[in-house]
């Protein structure tokens, strides 16, 4: 073999091993790589073939400035050989179609692929998932705002892929090109916590969840610290004159001392329910006094739950009935 001839086949054996190590770097994770256990139906989140197919979807976004999540149902266009997970995920991306609210993740986040294994869905992204909000301040009380903010984002996605049952956890991988580690796990870090390890598999935290009990509970911790301009945003708008939320209004509350809420029952047709709150309340006069089980009545709308206005208003002079 001439010279020239071996120098050929050692460049074309070079290249086929730039080949096959830029192959494994587009393997999923071990985990993916399992086989599955007999008797088990292998779940795919892999993009179906034909025509671009319309489909209704439950998301989750921020509820304003709280710590609760709320539902937008939306038409989704799954493009061919686009799975329906990682749609979903792109809608996430692409921010709240109703109600406003900030986004869920920083700005340049891209959603790179989605694959299953054993109802876990696994959710890569780009390395932007890391990156600060442009809006945001890490100093002081801003700080806590901060940390929520990131375990909302990922209570939302969680909220989202689990919707229908399908999967039981969401396990989020980043894919880094500056800080490349031994894992692609989202890193504890993301949520301000001062440490490198990787996070488990996320599993849906009903604590974010819109909830009657949840709504009624943030409410009644508005209106024991009298912040009127919180309390607002769980009032419903139906029915409600301007007049009825605004500040001078709720300031003729009387002051709650305490207050519990059960999880309350929801209507057959999912529009209303009640949730039952015991309260102690310290009167005009200045008496203590206390009410049990006060059959507090909510309704939905914007895909959370609100107190219509007179209920409130009653409640809150519940130490005179």
């Known amino acids: 073999m001439t010279v020239k001839a071996k120098k050929m086949r050692l460049l074309a054996l070079l290249a086929s091993l730039c080949l096959l190590l830029a192959g494994c770097g587009e393997l999923p994770p071990a985990a993916l790589q399992q086989s599955t256990p007999e008797g ?4 795919s989140a892999e993009p179906e073939a034909g025509a671009a197919r319309e489909q209704t979807a ?15 149902t939306r038409e989704l266009t799954v493009m061919p050989n686009e799975s329906r997970e990682k749609a979903l995920v792109t809608a996430l991306l692409d921010g709240p179609h109703e109600g406003g609210g900030s986004a869920l993740f920083p700005d340049g986040t891209q959603v790179l692929s989605t694959q ?16 600060r909000y442009p809006d945001e301040s890490l100093s002081g009380q801003a700080r806590e705002q901060a940390i929520l903010r990131r375990r909302l984002a990922m209570a939302a996605l969680c909220a989202t892929l689990t919707e229908s049952g399908e999967y039981r956890a969401v396990q989020v991988l980043v894919r880094a090109e500056s800080n490349v580690s031994s894992s ?3 890193r504890e870090s993301y949520f301000l916590a001062d440490s490198e390890l990787p996070c488990d598999a996320l599993t849906r ?31 419903a708008a139906r029915g409600a004159s301007a007049a009825d939320i605004a500040p001078a209004s709720l300031a003729k509350a009387q002051t709650l001392l305490a207050a519990q809420a059960g999880e309350g029952c929801v209507s057959p047709d999912g529009q209303s329910a009640v949730v039952c709150v015991d ?10 006094s206390a009410c049990a089980a006060w059959p507090l009545r909510m309704i939905r709308e914007g ?8 209920a409130l208003l009653e409640m809150m002079q519940a130490a005179n009935k």
């Open 184 to 186: 692609m796990r989202l």
């Open 303 to 310: 895909g959370v739950w609100k107190i219509p206005a007179a």
């Open 40 to 43: 088990q139906t292998p779940l």
């Open 205 to 235: 935290e009903e604590a974010y969840l819109p909830t009657p009990a949840a709504s009624a509970r943030l409410a009644l911790a508005a209106w024991q610290t009298r912040d009127w301009e919180s309390l607002s945003q769980w009032i």
């Open 116 to 131: 299953a294994q054993d109802r876990v869905i696994y959710v890569t992204f780009n390395e932007a998932l890391y990156d």
């Open 58 to 72: 439950t998301l989750y976004f921020r509820y304003g400035d709280s710590a609760l999540l709320r539902q937008e």
């Open 279 to 288: 309260l102690t309340l310290r009167g005009d006069d200045g008496a203590e």
